[in-house]
């Protein structure tokens, strides 16, 4: 134990002042996800898809391994600042081709240089960790199996989690994520050699990511298909083994949420569930995200209840992938409000991103009153601030090629900490222990949040109706879904 007293890995919520935190790299040989029954990607940009078969398996240019490692250690730097200049300014962004306002934070040494319209943010020094460096460009292979190249380590978000004092490797559900928990191992045995008493080291049983883990007549359906059957939560993964992602799960201190989803399946929530019986595990479900993955661009808790500001706990959702009413009556019972996301500021994606332009939530919370956001999300700068938030911002554009954006590229080790009882308001009885065929898609109005205030994702932009992600592609082809009436009504 440390001579402060807190074990060296302690995070049990998603807002306790940040210590400690790893943040991913770009390695020269990071590759592009290669194809295989847990993942068919594809490219974005419709003039190189024309032009390009997807580059699956190959090495990254050069230049991106560049941009993104310079954002990925511009924003270290930020974090182990102390002190933090936010500015606002107009920039051209030259992926955009448009001019956007950005809030750009940069580092300085001496506060007291502070420019007309700056503001200095006094935030505390954080201790930052990188991976391994390591040559993704193997291939891997086990019985029955094998893969062309892994990916890369940019990401230690999916792979490894901190709950309370554990360190936790997730199972992964791609065949070549297989062995990217490695890039972390140094960290997490020096760290748990450290403090052996107090520090737990885990793992979930590997799955065989044998043919038989897969429901591999998953990406012949079209998205009508998969909304048709939007109501059994059925993914690429089966249930014969345990499986999850680490970025499925945010923490709340005694309660952690876990997101069924493309990566993680009922088992491995029941696996979570029986092996912290000192938590209260809630499986959590967003019927019209069609290709969930990962609950960081979905379902993001900002701060409790009980924090010292304006209207208490808050939790960011996505209106386009609204909560269940049943699975979000526990935060409203317990004076939780959910804060509707603003429409992200890029609604176009890097060509080779295999994520939603949701990235623009993927926050990482430094503290219950700041977090670091993407320069370019100015709507979301501006909520956050109307909310009493300190919002700090990095570039992380890079990133989107790399599988994520701010809060993906991290694994919070230490935070200022404690397993808070944050719904002392419920009767917990974990059933989906038990219970076979979850069916339940009755979602929140989010019109109705934010007190009446909503930035409809769905209005007109460019006369396109509706704006590009899988769910809301759904709602238009499907013109009675319960979510396009709502939302066009609104
Ligand atoms: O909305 O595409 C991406 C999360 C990446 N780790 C989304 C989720």
Redesign the pocket.
């Given at each position: 134990m440390p001579t402060n007293g807190t074990p060296v890995v302690n995070a049990w919520t998603q807002w306790g002042r940040l210590e400690t935190v790893v943040v991913g790299r770009a390695d020269p040989k990071s590759c592009h996800l290669p194809h295989e029954p847990a993942c068919h990607a594809e490219i974005n940009d419709p003039l190189i898809a024309d032009a390009i078969d997807w580059p699956g398996g190959s090495v990254k240019s050069a230049k991106s391994v560049e941009l993104a490692s310079a954002q990925l250690a511009n924003f270290c730097a930020v974090l182990e600042a102390e002190t933090v200049q936010v500015k606002s300014q107009k920039a051209f962004d030259s992926e955009l081709k448009r001019e956007v306002q950005k809030m750009r934070t940069e580092v300085i040494q001496n506060p007291d240089t502070k420019e007309k319209d700056s503001r200095v943010l006094q935030k505390g020094r954080i201790s930052t960790l990188r991976p391994t460096e390591m040559d993704w460009s193997q291939s891997v292979s086990g019985p029955g199996w094998s893969s062309t190249s892994q990916y890369c380590a940019t990401?230690p978000?999916?792979t490894m989690i901190t709950i309370g004092n554990t360190i936790l490797e997730a199972t992964m559900s791609k065949r070549s994520r297989y062995f990217e928990s490695l890039a972390c191992r140094e960290i997490s045995l020096k760290l748990w050699r450290q403090d052996p008493e107090h520090v737990k080291f885990w793992a979930c049983p590997k799955p065989s990511f044998a043919d038989s883990m897969y429901h591999k007549d998953f990406w012949e359906l079209s998205d009508k298909q998969r909304y048709e059957r939007m109501r059994s939560y059925k993914f690429c993964v089966n249930e014969t083994e345990p499986i999850f992602d680490a970025?499925d799960i945010t923490r709340c201190g005694k309660d952690i949420f876990v997101q069924k989803s493309m990566t993680t399946n009922d088992s491995g929530i029941k696996w979570l569930t029986s092996h912290f019986p000192e938590l209260r595990v809630h499986p959590v479900h967003f019927p019209y995200?069609l290709?969930?993955?990962?609950i960081?661009?979905?379902f993001v808790p900002l701060r409790p209840p009980s924090a010292d500001a304006g209207d208490g706990g808050l939790v960011l959702i996505?209106s386009e992938r609204p909560p269940l009413k049943s699975e979000a009556e526990l935060w409203r019972k317990n004076g939780w409000k959910l804060l509707n996301a603003p429409l992200p500021a890029q609604t176009d994606r890097p060509p080779f991103s295999?994520?939603?332009?949701?990235?623009s939530m993927?926050l990482l919370s430094l503290g219950p009153k700041t977090m670091v956001i993407e320069e370019n999300e100015i709507p979301l700068y501006n909520v956050l601030v109307e909310h009493g938030f300190d919002p700090i911002t990095v570039p992380m554009r890079h990133m989107y090629d790399y599988?994520?954006?701010i809060?993906?590229s991290t694994w919070d080790i230490k935070r200022e900490d404690s397993c808070v009882d944050c719904f002392p308001n419920q009767e917990y009885a974990p059933k989906h222990l038990y219970e076979q065929n979850f069916s339940d898609i009755d979602v929140v109005d989010v019109t109705s949040s934010n007190d009446g205030f909503l930035i409809n994702p769905l209005t007109d932009i460019d006369g396109i109706c509706g704006v590009g992600?899988l769910a809301s592609k759904a709602s238009r082809d499907c013109p009675d879904s319960p979510f396009s009436k709502k939302m066009r009504t609104a």
């Amino acid at each position: 134990m440390p001579t402060n007293g807190t074990p060296v890995v302690n995070a049990w919520t998603q807002w306790g002042r940040l210590e400690t935190v790893v943040v991913g790299r770009a390695d020269p040989k990071s590759c592009h996800l290669p194809h295989e029954p847990a993942c068919h990607a594809e490219i974005n940009d419709p003039l190189i898809a024309d032009a390009i078969d997807w580059p699956g398996g190959s090495v990254k240019s050069a230049k991106s391994v560049e941009l993104a490692s310079a954002q990925l250690a511009n924003f270290c730097a930020v974090l182990e600042a102390e002190t933090v200049q936010v500015k606002s300014q107009k920039a051209f962004d030259s992926e955009l081709k448009r001019e956007v306002q950005k809030m750009r934070t940069e580092v300085i040494q001496n506060p007291d240089t502070k420019e007309k319209d700056s503001r200095v943010l006094q935030k505390g020094r954080i201790s930052t960790l990188r991976p391994t460096e390591m040559d993704w460009s193997q291939s891997v292979s086990g019985p029955g199996w094998s893969s062309t190249s892994q990916y890369c380590a940019t990401c230690p978000r999916d792979t490894m989690i901190t709950i309370g004092n554990t360190i936790l490797e997730a199972t992964m559900s791609k065949r070549s994520r297989y062995f990217e928990s490695l890039a972390c191992r140094e960290i997490s045995l020096k760290l748990w050699r450290q403090d052996p008493e107090h520090v737990k080291f885990w793992a979930c049983p590997k799955p065989s990511f044998a043919d038989s883990m897969y429901h591999k007549d998953f990406w012949e359906l079209s998205d009508k298909q998969r909304y048709e059957r939007m109501r059994s939560y059925k993914f690429c993964v089966n249930e014969t083994e345990p499986i999850f992602d680490a970025a499925d799960i945010t923490r709340c201190g005694k309660d952690i949420f876990v997101q069924k989803s493309m990566t993680t399946n009922d088992s491995g929530i029941k696996w979570l569930t029986s092996h912290f019986p000192e938590l209260r595990v809630h499986p959590v479900h967003f019927p019209y995200d069609l290709y969930p993955s990962h609950i960081d661009c979905t379902f993001v808790p900002l701060r409790p209840p009980s924090a010292d500001a304006g209207d208490g706990g808050l939790v960011l959702i996505n209106s386009e992938r609204p909560p269940l009413k049943s699975e979000a009556e526990l935060w409203r019972k317990n004076g939780w409000k959910l804060l509707n996301a603003p429409l992200p500021a890029q609604t176009d994606r890097p060509p080779f991103s295999q994520s939603s332009y949701w990235l623009s939530m993927n926050l990482l919370s430094l503290g219950p009153k700041t977090m670091v956001i993407e320069e370019n999300e100015i709507p979301l700068y501006n909520v956050l601030v109307e909310h009493g938030f300190d919002p700090i911002t990095v570039p992380m554009r890079h990133m989107y090629d790399y599988g994520g954006g701010i809060h993906c590229s991290t694994w919070d080790i230490k935070r200022e900490d404690s397993c808070v009882d944050c719904f002392p308001n419920q009767e917990y009885a974990p059933k989906h222990l038990y219970e076979q065929n979850f069916s339940d898609i009755d979602v929140v109005d989010v019109t109705s949040s934010n007190d009446g205030f909503l930035i409809n994702p769905l209005t007109d932009i460019d006369g396109i109706c509706g704006v590009g992600t899988l769910a809301s592609k759904a709602s238009r082809d499907c013109p009675d879904s319960p979510f396009s009436k709502k939302m066009r009504t609104a």
